[in-house]
């Protein structure tokens, strides 16, 4: 990716909430100090950084093919844009979803590509793309996902495991052969001058199990859990950030934590330069069925016992789920303050009640 070498590093003055740092190399190999720490960083802040996870060369690709596709005319990439149905897929211009209580639109731009059309290329299985994500599905995309897959499937394995579900009981919701919601996405946020606070993305949880994400520059900041105060999450070359989304957090009945998190601009001098990142987002299985799993596990059925009636039991499926979320931020359905609320998760704070970013 040209000109990461000329990006200014993270400032040291700048606070930052240390992550814990996991082997995947060490996961693979069945080392239970390395799964105990997968275990307390899934359970505790939802979100770790993982080492080893051997899937730079496909990173830089991936941001090659995000560079060439966000540089196409607005005209051509509005062919494929996303619309307001709620489809994961495609393109999403600036300024279609909204940020918070007042409507205020954003800022960024993506592609979404599904996991389903990576794998079943050439032939379409949701969707076409424009032709700069065409000429570097074989050979960067694909790639990208199957590696991608194989890692969060990995380590949703052993999370399932330490659940106490039977062996396979997670992997059943989340196949590589089924359609789903899985995506890869590559983002793309303008440089940002001046001294007033801006979002790039709202405070939010992932919508699916496992994220997995690629960045060079700052911005990324988590909500320390009982507290009001966001602190970034400082990149480190190498590292993948992974965290928790919302199924997994109900599959689970709330022991897998899928925490509040935002995008602002980066901090200080890297704040003058387009913020760019790459993610696989694991998704369950479009007609996987979201409630806890309390009848398959001792550890799952104590945890739903004492959370409030219902609270792990949203009723609908997984392709459901991501539709409504997807769908509720388009500024087309913004009506007004309420309208905030449709795009709730399963983030359970006064800070996201009020509105307050």
């Given at each position: 990716?040209?000109g990461?070498?000329?990006?200014?590093?993270?400032?040291e003055?700048?606070?930052?909430?240390?992550?814990?740092?996991v082997?995947?190399?060490?996961i693979r190999?069945?080392?239970g100090q390395?799964?105990?720490?997968?275990?307390?960083?899934?359970?505790?802040?939802?979100f770790?950084?993982?080492?080893?996870?051997g899937?730079?060369?496909?990173?830089?690709?991936?941001?090659?093919?995000?560079?060439?596709?966000?540089a196409?005319?607005?005209?051509?990439?509005l062919?494929?844009?996303?619309?307001?149905?709620?489809?994961?897929?495609?393109y999403?211009?600036?300024?279609?979803?909204?940020?918070?209580?007042?409507?205020?639109?954003?800022?960024?731009e993506?592609?979404?590509i599904?996991?389903?059309?990576?794998?079943?290329?050439p032939t379409?299985?949701?969707?076409?793309?424009?032709?700069?994500?065409?000429?570097?599905?074989?050979?960067?995309i694909?790639?990208?996902?199957?590696?991608?897959?194989a890692?969060?499937?990995?380590?949703?394995?052993?999370?399932?495991?330490?659940?106490?579900?039977?062996?396979?009981?997670?992997?059943?919701?989340h196949?590589?052969?089924?359609?789903?919601g899985?995506?890869?996405?590559?983002?793309?946020?303008?440089?940002?001058?001046?001294?007033?606070e801006k979002?790039f993305?709202?405070?939010h949880?992932?919508f699916?199990?496992?994220?997995?994400?690629?960045?060079?520059?700052?911005?990324?900041?988590?909500?320390?859990?009982?507290?009001d105060?966001w602190?970034?999450?400082?990149?480190?070359?190498?590292?993948?950030i992974?965290?928790?989304?919302?199924t997994l957090n109900?599959?689970?009945?709330?022991?897998?934590?899928?925490?509040?998190?935002?995008?602002?601009?980066p901090?200080?001098d890297?704040?003058?330069?387009?913020?760019?990142?790459?993610?696989?987002?694991?998704?369950?299985?479009?007609?996987?069925m979201?409630?806890?799993?309390?009848?398959?596990?001792?550890?799952?059925?104590?945890?739903?016992a004492r959370?409030p009636a219902g609270?792990?039991e949203?009723g609908?499926?997984?392709e459901?789920?991501?539709?409504?979320?997807i769908?509720?931020?388009?500024?087309?359905?913004?009506k007004?303050?309420e309208?905030?609320?449709?795009?709730?998760?399963?983030?359970?704070?006064?800070?996201?009640?009020?509105?307050?970013?």
């Amino acid at each position: 990716m040209p000109g990461l070498t000329s990006f200014p590093p993270f400032p040291e003055d700048v606070p930052t909430h240390p992550l814990l740092v996991v082997d995947y190399q060490l996961i693979r190999a069945g080392d239970g100090q390395e799964t105990e720490k997968l275990w307390k960083a899934a359970t505790e802040l939802g979100f770790w950084y993982l080492k080893n996870h051997g899937v730079d060369e496909e990173v830089d690709g991936m941001f090659e093919m995000g560079r060439e596709t966000i540089a196409l005319p607005l005209e051509e990439k509005l062919k494929f844009e996303q619309g307001d149905q709620g489809v994961s897929f495609g393109y999403k211009a600036a300024g279609v979803q909204f940020m918070d209580e007042r409507g205020t639109r954003d800022v960024t731009e993506f592609v979404n590509i599904a996991k389903d059309d990576a794998l079943s290329w050439p032939t379409p299985a949701r969707r076409t793309y424009p032709s700069t994500v065409n000429a570097r599905m074989e050979s960067t995309i694909k790639q990208f996902v199957e590696k991608s897959l194989a890692i969060n499937n990995a380590l949703i394995d052993i999370l399932n495991d330490k659940l106490g579900l039977p062996k396979g009981a997670l992997a059943e919701s989340h196949k590589p052969d089924t359609f789903s919601g899985c995506t890869a996405r590559v983002i793309r946020a303008p440089p940002h001058v001046g001294p007033e606070e801006k979002l790039f993305l709202t405070a939010h949880t992932d919508f699916g199990s496992l994220s997995f994400l690629h960045n060079r520059l700052g911005g990324l900041q988590v909500l320390l859990p009982g507290s009001d105060k966001w602190l970034y999450v400082k990149p480190l070359p190498g590292h993948a950030i992974c965290n928790i989304g919302d199924t997994l957090n109900i599959f689970s009945g709330g022991i897998l934590r899928s925490n509040i998190h935002r995008v602002i601009p980066p901090p200080k001098d890297q704040a003058q330069y387009e913020r760019w990142s790459v993610v696989f987002f694991t998704r369950p299985n479009d007609t996987a069925m979201l409630r806890h799993l309390s009848a398959q596990s001792a550890v799952i059925s104590d945890a739903v016992a004492r959370a409030p009636a219902g609270k792990y039991e949203p009723g609908v499926t997984a392709e459901e789920w991501l539709m409504r979320r997807i769908r509720s931020q388009r500024a087309t359905q913004y009506k007004g303050p309420e309208s905030w609320n449709d795009r709730r998760g399963t983030e359970d704070t006064p800070i996201l009640e009020r509105g307050y970013i």
